[in-house]
């Protein structure tokens, strides 16, 4: 579906994700390699102005250092295990933490730029990567978790 009718990036290759994971000190998990084995980042809907942006591995940098800069990279302004995935605009993001996991899968969490990373008013939003892009990409370029009525629901098991 990405790559059908949305705007994807060329696939990162095996040692990109290798320098990938020694210069973040995670791993990626399952669903995240074979995203970026097959596109590097992908424009969802429209272009320029996506409303959902997927980066690059060279674009994915912990959620505090997105929101406060390289200044703001302490436990002060959240914690270390968030890293954005996505750019919804306006300096607001969909970032991953990577300290936590349920079935080899990491949550899902919006991450607005006037919050610190990590908050409890931080929404989850999925329940794992590819939970965030079925709904992406079922959402019509709508960001899904600001739809009224809107719930996570329970987790799908792989």
Not at 16 to 43: C, H, P, S
Not at 53 to 63: F, H, N, T
Request: charged share 25%.
């Amino acid at each position: 579906m990405v790559a059908r009718s949305h705007f994807p990036n060329p696939p990162a290759s095996p040692r990109q994700i290798e320098v990938f994971e020694t210069r973040m000190g995670w791993k990626l998990d399952d669903e995240l390699r074979a995203f970026y084995l097959r596109f590097n980042g992908a424009a969802l809907f429209k272009r320029p102005d996506s409303p959902y942006r997927l980066l690059s591995l060279s674009e994915i940098v912990r959620a505090r250092v997105a929101l406060f800069g390289h200044s703001g990279d302490t436990d002060a302004h959240g914690p270390a295990s968030w890293f954005v995935l996505c750019s919804v605009q306006d300096g607001d993001y969909v970032a991953i933490d990577v300290g936590r996991s349920s079935n080899g899968r990491h949550p899902i969490f919006d991450c607005v730029h006037e919050l610190l990373p990590g908050s409890p008013a931080n929404a989850r939003i999925a329940w794992s990567f590819s939970d965030f892009l079925e709904r992406a990409l079922e959402s019509d370029g709508r960001l899904y978790w600001l739809s009224r009525g809107w719930t996570l629901g329970k987790p799908d098991t792989p």
